[in-house]
């Protein structure tokens, strides 16, 4: 049932210029959550954004696309969210062709209650339709794209773009966007104005330390074993690395789901001597990753053309040294702040640098305490819920006849 709010008024055309004060009833949709964490990263930036505007007094509801658990979470990482079962309704399409008929009758139900909804979106079935929802509610909406809607050839793509993503993009409030590459890409695939985007970093929050720092020199590589995120360049500069590192002094860790290159990296795996020592641990939760990687000593990710990745933000903000690519949308960041290492793309490159950095304790201290600082410093999730925030006012200000509801009762 759906009852006129009796809550405190809030009005998000008035109060001062940057709606300090302000309450606002926020939506947030992301695609799905799994037990290995295999859509982590909007999933992580959606969760740290709602917690921080949580604290600061919105009232914020999580919206996702649920698979794989015995039984469905009511929170992740201590964040709330509403979860609804998703279906392949196009096989053999990823991510890509699922779809919740639960969540289409809750959002067709809801939308009307928000001020704000926030989509955090991919060209799938569970986003675009959120968006699109949103935009026949007129309601007022930002898209985040998180580097993941680009110029593609593939079939599926035109159809949703012919059909769906041209018309919502074209048709938000703001989108969001993580670099200068993805602004123009952006720009390019759908015509938008620069009044359009605006800039917005991924934020991380300020960690107490919850993990035990193993007693061997850990390093590890913390993401999906898929070809583009090369774990078979992390093998290769463990075996060049390993002959004479005995299981008590160090140890090689890949930690991630199965993308395509398990097959592998499990056979690469079994041809290598004991030394070095390389384990193979598996996915992780999103309630876990943090505690494994302050675990670890250096965190290390091969791959190409990253746009903003949130494990390598997260591994800087417990204190690791990072070693990643020039193609890596961070690779600039961690250079100026000295907080880790950023070799070529080539293969081969990794383990000379990854060598030296575990023979030198004063520079892996060194690094992970500047890579601490600067993540602190620049990369806050409450600096970035901070901007959200005006983001958000202004669209507000900006969409008349907004009328408040509350949910009595959610069937």
Known sequence: ????????????????????????????????????????????????????????????????????FHRIPETVDGVEIRLFPVAN???????????????????????????????????????LPAAALALLWRRAYVLQTHGMIDASDRRLAKVLDFFITRAVVGRAKAVLYLTELEKDSLASLFGLSSAMLTPLPNGVPLTQCRGTKSEVLDVLYLARLQARKRPMEFLKAAKEI??????????????????????????????????????????????ETLARMESAAIYVLPSVDEPFPMSVLEAMSVGLPVVIT?????????????????????????????????????MRERMGENARRAAS??????????????????????????RRFMIGAES
Do not use: C
Request: hydrophobic fraction near 40%.
């Open 89 to 127: 309704l196009v096989p053999g399409t990823g991510f890509a062709g699922l779809l919740s008929w639960r969540m289409l009758r809750y959002l067709v139900r809801n939308m009307r209650t928000y001020d704000v909804v926030h989509v955090h979106l991919a060209r799938d079935l569970v986003t």
């Open 326 to 362: 020039k193609s890596n949308g961070l690779a600039p960041f961690v250079e100026r702040h000295a907080a880790g290492i950023v070799i070529d793309v080539n293969e081969g490159a990794l383990a000379a640098p990854l060598r030296m950095l575990m023979q030198d304790a004063e």
């Open 242 to 287: 390993g002959p004479g590192i005995s299981e008590t002094t160090a140890r090689f860790s890949l930690v991630g789901p199965d993308e395509g290159e398990g097959t592998s990296v499990k056979a690469f795996i079994a041809t290598l001597p004991d030394s070095p020592p390389v384990v193979l641990e598996g996915p992780l939760g999103p309630d």
């Open 1 to 68: 049932m759906v009852r006129e709010s009796t809550s405190r008024a809030r009005d998000p055309v008035s109060g001062d210029p940057e709606g300090n004060g302000t309450v606002l009833r926020i939506l947030h949709v992301v695609t799905l959550l799994t037990p290995d964490n295999a859509y982590g990263g909007p999933l992580r930036v959606a969760v740290n954004q709602v917690r921080e505007l949580r604290a600061q007094g919105h009232e914020v509801d999580l919206v996702a696309g649920v698979s794989g």
């Open 377 to 402: 410093e620049h990369f806050s999730i409450a600096a970035v819920a901070k901007q959200l925030h005006l983001v958000y006012m202004n669209i507000a200000k900006s969409s008349s006849g907004t």
